[in-house]
């Protein structure tokens, strides 16, 4: 019971501190002032439960006073249960309860829950370590300003004892002394505490006494004040006018930044529109408080204002030309919807007490929001992949209290504390967000990739095109005012039961993922912790011929002489083999270059763009089958081991086509998992990360317009700071290295996998990521879990840590392939076999260092083409001898020639056309574009950067920029 409390109020208020003060320290980049930032925005936002808790306290005091002399008398006169009688009946009269003075102590008791997240949250902030404030040397640990004594306990104690004061101004005896010792077992319980958790609680007791001060002072509260003041100076305001002239200085502003960023004029123009933002919040807020006086409503908008004043006043303190115009344009447009929508909702009359049918459609639209985000984002995502989420039901039920919190209890409690005439808006408004979250997870997914468990795009996330995003806000806008009709024509009863049915279509939903991951091979790891706990999979042939292609994703062929340099004996442990240093790629990532490198010729940009009538899609996925197929028809026994389908986004998922031609496939998962498990390697770390990023942030990331999702994402980090791993320590680096573990999981049991026997002839694929992985290999070209230090030779010849990363990885993964070989040295299988160790593409647009053309290490002359520069190595039949090297120009779309030479050559099997180099005796076009495939053309490659190159990649003069 108390884990489900504790998950259910405890754990969102925690992500929220979290996400609060990660903004904060983007902002201040001190940990100090991004805790008392912190502080002042919780009482910001908790702030309407405050003023509400004063409205309550204010009503019990009236009532208490208005009894007082009747109730003095019932106790002087009569004893024992003719007084309680009495007294009873008096309190019936009056409408008092002693229950409200439970509820007039709410003010102190919201506090509770934001006590113990705050303890929860800052006692365990691991970036708080070694970091100081004023004379707070590490807000990580107790301040000991003095050496044994701690001095922030007494500024804590001072200050809450102060503000106990002033809050308990009129009340009873009992009250105050009760206030005294609660400050006082504070100062008993935190006296210990990290400094950095007393430095958010003195900031939060200052606040409260502030506001009881100015709430005090001449009796009348400090919100009725300004209310006064801003009603004389507005008075005569029945529309903010100055709109319209915000708004074009605004969009010229927008405008001159995007065309003329250069133009001295265009920075008058684009800092006058960050300051046209806020002094319109400033007069808009005014406007306000001189309409709607004093009510809930008004104090919510106004925070909304202030909130958008000050993200522009953030964006000048730093670089205002970072955002896009579109982001200008579309705030100022949300800032208008906030001036206007009060307004526009009274002359619909929506300011009045709602029946019991709007009641209705409020409980609906809460449990649709519920519903979506704790339960049908979570199992959507987790039936999407089973085995790699892991999302258990543990898992997803934590999820669903979140929802429950966020979406259920705090909006129900704020509906009720609304005064009546306040709801049936809060009913609109709540309809509106409920149906628009539905109508953006089902008809405005995003196309943003490959999500890994610790909830991060594999690409990073990719920018929503503009018109998508213009699309999807004009259809939430839409259906706003579809949905304000609907309200003011009173269909309501017809809205609850669409309401309803959405609510029974969501949970059923709900149901198909369930089944969908009850009925997947989702299993956990092993739980045999040695070799046999794998089984073998790879057939290979003892008599028959067997040709392998080592498929090493973002292999550098660059690495490769600085291999031999490290481990000089591969020259002799790569026997038969032959390197080709002059291999060109098609692309710069996966999408582009792989159906070229498994189809030929007639699968490059150029191939693609001959064949218009038919989609990108559909050859894309036909060039990676050529080889497959052709070997399948041949009557080998083929096997493709993390199948290399799984980057093309296909429209469909029916994969029979597999089935159909007797392949086998397998993506390796448990053998990844066990491997992790023999090796005390914790395989949920991503999960321990994915809860606090968190699952429930991907229900919002879901549920939110696209405008607003790379905000949420925030580079995959969701908003936090902190790690949340009791494992940091000793696994300091194991969030960057799992996934590179769980391919070099595959190269390690690489021989175990292999399934030697006296069959027919094998063609196997067997892609792996471990050189693409890369933060997790040292300098020695070990794999390791802790945080890795780069010698500064290194650095000084690589020209960066990611470059030095990139090539210690790859000079590891090219060194372990070895023992592979070896392996199939010693079992009589290497001469009949014919290996081929390839890359799709190299690695671009980061500097990373290559021999043959990065002479300024780290410089910028020439690191496009290291993208286009991958490892190419082939061993064919009975080749023995030490490691040779080619000087022929190749490209990696030679990969189906060099292997069929030996069956005599072959045609495609989906066009008839030879399976030869013959394209390669012209200029070839290569390009730079997306790593997603729907972000190209229909039927060809649309490329962000396009060469032709000829005769030899090697030699920069012979690449020609094309548009």
């Not at 792996?768 to 300098?779: D, Q, R, T």
Request: aromatic share 12%.
């Amino acid at each position: 019971m108390l884990h489900i409390l504790f998950q259910m109020l405890i754990a969102p208020l925690v992500s929220l501190l979290n996400r609060v003060l990660t903004a904060s320290y983007e902002l201040t980049g001190n940990y100090g002032l991004s805790i008392l930032m912190m502080s002042a925005v919780i009482n910001v936002l908790i702030y309407p439960f405050f003023a509400l808790a004063d409205t309550w306290q204010k009503e019990e005091r009236l009532i208490l006073d208005r009894m007082a002399p009747r109730r003095k008398d019932i106790r002087e006169v009569f004893k024992g249960d003719e007084q309680y009688f009495y007294l009873k009946t008096l309190y019936r009269q009056n409408g008092y309860s002693p229950l409200l003075s439970i509820r007039s102590s709410f003010g102190m008791l919201i506090q509770i829950p934001f006590f113990i997240a705050a303890y929860r949250f800052l006692s365990g902030f691991e970036p708080l370590q070694g970091e100081g404030f004023l004379f707070l040397k590490d807000l990580s640990v107790p301040d000991g300003t003095f050496g044994m004594i701690n001095l922030m306990p007494f500024v804590m104690t001072a200050l809450n004892l102060a503000s106990a004061s002033v809050y308990s101004s009129g009340q009873s005896r009992s009250g105050k002394i009760q206030l005294f010792i609660m400050a006082g077992l504070f100062f008993v319980l935190l006296y210990t505490a990290p400094s950095g958790l007393l430095l958010y609680w003195s900031c939060n007791n200052f606040i409260s006494l502030v506001k009881n001060l100015l709430s005090r002072w001449e009796g009348v509260p400090v919100s009725e004040r300004l209310n006064r003041y801003s009603g004389h100076l507005l008075m005569k305001i029945k529309a903010p006018l100055w709109l319209p002239a915000a708004a074009v200085l605004y969009v010229c502003g927008s405008v001159g930044l995007y065309y003329l960023v250069k133009n001295p004029v265009t920075v008058a123009l684009v800092y006058g529109a960050y300051f046209c933002t806020l002094i319109l919040s400033v007069p808009a807020l005014l406007y306000f408080l001189a309409e709607y006086k004093g009510n809930f409503l008004t104090r919510l908008i106004s925070v909304g204002l202030l909130t958008t004043g000050a993200a522009a006043l953030v964006q000048l303190w730093g670089n205002p030309f970072v955002q896009d115009p579109q982001d200008l344009i579309v705030n100022l447009f949300l800032i208008i919807v906030l001036c206007f929508l009060p307004s526009l909702l009274n002359k619909a009359q929506m300011f009045t007490a709602p029946g019991k049918t709007e009641g209705a459609v409020f409980l609906t639209s809460l449990a649709v929001l519920t519903v979506l985000a704790g339960l049908v984002v979570p199992t959507a995502l987790a039936a999407s992949s089973p085995y790699e989420m892991q999302i258990g039901l543990a898992l997803i039920i934590q999820v669903l209290l979140w929802a429950f919190f966020s979406f259920a209890l705090v909006p129900l409690f704020l509906y009720y504390a609304l005064p009546a005439t306040y709801r049936k808006a809060v009913v609109y408004l709540t309809a509106v967000v409920a149906c628009g979250s539905v109508l953006n997870f089902l008809f405005f997914p995003g196309s943003y990739g490959v999500i890994s468990e610790s909830l991060q795009f594999e690409f990073g996330f990719v920018h929503d095109p503009k018109p998508a995003v213009l699309l999807n806000l004009a259809v939430l806008g839409g259906m706003g005012l579809f949905l304000l009709g609907v309200f003011l024509k009173t269909e309501l009863f017809r809205f609850r039961q669409f309401l309803t049915l959405l609510l029974v279509s969501l949970l059923a939903m709900t149901g198909y993922n369930g089944l969908a991951l009850s009925g997947s091979d989702r299993k956990e790891a092993p739980a045999g912790t040695d070799l046999l706990a794998v089984e073998p999979a790879i057939p290979l042939s003892r008599k028959a011929h067997n040709t392998i292609i080592l498929f090493s994703d973002r292999a550098l062929a660059g690495a490769l002489p600085l291999a031999l340099e490290a481990f000089p004996e591969l020259e002799e442990r790569y026997d038969g083999f032959t390197w080709y240093p002059d291999t060109l790629s098609f692309g710069v990532n996966t999408i582009t270059s792989l159906p070229a490198m498994l189809g030929g010729y007639e699968y490059t940009p150029q191939g693609m763009a001959a064949r218009p009538e038919e989609s990108l899609k559909k050859k894309a996925f036909e060039g990676v089958m050529v080889l497959p197929r052709l070997f399948s028809d041949r009557n080998h026994r083929v096997y493709m081991a993390n199948p290399l389908h799984k980057g093309f986004n296909l429209d469909t998922a029916d994969l029979s086509v597999f089935d159909e031609m007797g392949i086998q496939r397998d993506d390796l998962s448990r053998v990844q998992a066990s491997w992790l498990a023999s090796h005390d390697i914790p395989s949920d770390f991503g999960k321990i990360l994915m809860r606090d990023k968190s699952l429930f942030q991907f229900s919002l990331f879901r549920m939110a317009p696209r405008y607003v999702r790379r905000k949420i994402y925030d580079d995959g980090n969701w908003h936090s700071l902190n790690k949340d791993n009791p494992d940091y320590e000793t696994y300091a680096n194991l969030f960057n290295a799992l996934s590179f573990y769980k391919e070099w999981a595959v190269l390690d049991w690489l021989p175990a996998l292999m399934a030697p026997d006296e069959g027919g002839p094998t063609f196997s694929i067997i892609g792996n990521k471990a050189s693409h992985e890369v933060l997790a290999v040292n300098a020695d070209f070990e794999a390791v879990t802790s945080l890795i230090d780069y010698p500064e030779e290194d650095l000084a010849l690589y020209g960066s840590k990611n470059s030095a990363a990139h090539i210690y990885t790859n000079v590891a993964v090219i060194n372990k392939l070895a023992d592979w070989l070896d392996w199939l040295k010693a079992e009589g299988l290497y001469d009949n076999t014919q290996i081929l160790i390839v890359s799709d593409h190299g690695r671009a647009g980061e500097g990373v260092y290559d021999p043959y053309f990065s002479e300024d290490p780290g410089g910028d002359h020439a690191p496009e083409y290291v993208g286009f520069h991958p490892l190419m190595l082939f061993k064919p039949f009975g080749s023995r001898g030490l490691l040779g090297t080619s000087e022929a120009f190749m490209t990696n779309a030679d990969t189906p020639e060099l292997l069929l030479e030996a069956f005599g050559g072959a045609d495609n099997p989906y066009t008839g056309k030879p399976l030869d180099s013959s394209a390669k005796e012209g200029p070839l076009l290569v390009g730079d574009g997306s790593n997603l495939i729907y972000n190209h053309g229909s039927a060809e490659y649309i490329h962000r950067k396009s060469y032709m190159v000829e005769k030899s990649m090697l030699d920069t003069a012979n690449w020609r920029t094309v548009k």
